[in-house]
T-cell receptor
Framework: DGGITQSPKYLFRKEGQNVTLSCEQN?????MYWYRQDPGQGLRLIYY???????QKGDIAEGYSVSREKKESFPLTVTSAQKNPTAFYLC????????????FGPGTRLTVL | QQQVKQSPQSLIVQKGGISIINCAYE??????FPWYQQFPGKGPALLIA?????SEKKEGRFTISFNKSAKQFSLHIMDSQPGDSATYFC??????????FGAGTILRVKS
């Protein structure tokens, strides 16, 4: 099946620890995105990548880092510098940087204890 | 700064009724306006989208109405069903990049 895979679905970490969220797509899409979802706030863009080995900060990049070494993979690291990391994280992709439709993965719910 | 304002926050509709969700935007450069549907614990899925060169787009029971002069667009769900119960997000973008989302509307359709 083609699509976007995010793992794990639930993730628990202690405060002060870095954690990496996985996002893989087999849609052959050039562009990939990371969003954070909090209740009542919609989705906010963390980072996006339009091609391999290139990525740009979104609206709330502080405390996060990404890499794009392969076209199909766009992992997100939530660092200890992120002040309020508990949230639902969504990965998305689109065919190209100029393509309108973004396809979302199932999300990872991160809880920092 | 929120660039897309969505209302209401929550909505309860009787089965068979019409659900209406509204969004207003500020940036006149936006040229793509999608609506996403999200079920609990899942990622959002594109429902329907419109560009500012048309005032209305219909796909099955779902219709987007677009008012360029008022900088507003809305989603109408006709003959609402319990299976439509979900969170709906409007969004906007320039050239298909960097979607800006509204805060979401939780829709509950009572049977």
């Amino acid at each position: 099946d083609g699509g976007i895979t995010q793992s794990p679905k639930y993730l628990f970490r202690k405060e002060g620890q870095n954690v990496t969220l996985s996002c893989e797509q087999n849609l052959n899409h050039d562009a990939m995105y990371w969003y954070r979802q909090d209740p009542g706030q919609g989705l906010r863009l963390i980072y996006y990548s339009q091609i391999v080995n290139d990525f740009q900060k979104g609206d709330i990049a502080e405390g996060y880092s990404v890499s794009r070494e392969k076209k199909e993979s766009f992992p997100l690291t939530v660092t200890s510098a992120q002040k309020n990391p508990t949230a639902f994280y969504l990965c998305a992709s689109s065919i190209t940087r100029d393509t309108d439709t973004q396809y979302f993965g199932p999300g990872t719910r991160l809880t920092v204890l | 700064q929120q660039q897309v304002k969505q209302s209401p926050q929550s909505l309860i509709v009787q089965k068979g009724g019409i659900s209406i969700i509204n969004c207003a935007y500020e940036n006149t450069a936006f040229d793509y306006f999608p609506w996403y549907q999200q079920f609990p614990g899942k990622g959002p899925a594109l429902l329907i989208a419109i560009r500012p060169d048309v005032s209305e787009k219909k796909e099955g029971r779902f219709t987007i109405s677009f008012n360029k002069s008022a900088k507003q667009f809305s989603l109408h769900i006709m003959d609402s069903q319990p299976g439509d119960s979900a969170t709906y997000f409007c969004a906007a973008s320039i050239g298909g990049n960097k979607l800006v989302f509204g805060a979401g509307t939780i829709l509950r359709v009572k049977s």
